[in-house]
Structures are given as C-alpha cells and as structure tokens.
Nanobody, 111 residues
C-alpha cells in the first residue's frame, strides 16, 4: 500500500510563488519516477513535470523556466517549486508515482 500526501497549495497573486510537497510512504521503490499532474476545471488532467531517481527531469512546455521539480530520495518526497505563477496555472495539483495518486492540493492564482 502506498500513500501520497500533498501540501503547499493555496491562493497566490499573479507573479507569485508556491512550493508543493508530496510525501510518499508505504511500499515505494527507490527506482520510481515521481511526477506532478494538474487538472483545471473542465479540462483533462495533464502532466506538469516528472523526475527520475537519477534526477532526470522533464516539464510541460507551459511551465518550462518557471517550475522546478526536485526530490529527496531519503525522505521519499518530491517538490514542485512554482515561480512566476499565472492565472492559467490555477488547478488541483496531484502527486503521482507507481500507479498511485495523492488526494490533490488546490492552487489558485488570482488578484
């Protein structure tokens, strides 16, 4: 059984920053890719970024240069640093690994 717990969401003004965290517990393989997805109202869930255990990263074009994904393997935790936030970044952000999803954390970018 795997549990993923996200934190760090909230309301921020355009141009602001937030840092999301996702702590994994249970039967997590150290070879797992960890990722962040998001889903805006009325839209499909989309991949934001992922990171391998070796630190290889990949980002959606819409967030490149603004978001940074990182991980602490010792803590089984993945982070998403979000800078220069835009209203279109408003969504529920989900952590994902090994076919398991977190409960999601709301990010709202609005003035």
């Amino acid at each position: 059984q795997v549990q993923l717990v996200e934190s760090g969401g909230g309301l921020v003004q355009p141009g602001g920053s937030l840092r999301l965290s996702c702590a994994a517990s249970g039967s997590i393989s150290r070879l797992s890719v960890m990722a962040w997805y998001r889903q805006a109202p009325g839209k499909q869930r989309e991949l934001v970024a992922f990171i391998t255990t070796d630190g290889i990263t990949n980002y959606a074009d819409s967030v490149k240069g603004r978001f940074t994904i990182s991980r602490d393997n010792a803590k089984n935790t993945v982070y998403l640093q979000m800078n220069s936030l835009k209203p279109e970044d408003t969504a529920v952000y989900y952590c994902y690994t090994n076919f398991h999803w977190g409960q999601g954390t709301q990010v709202t970018v609005s003035s």
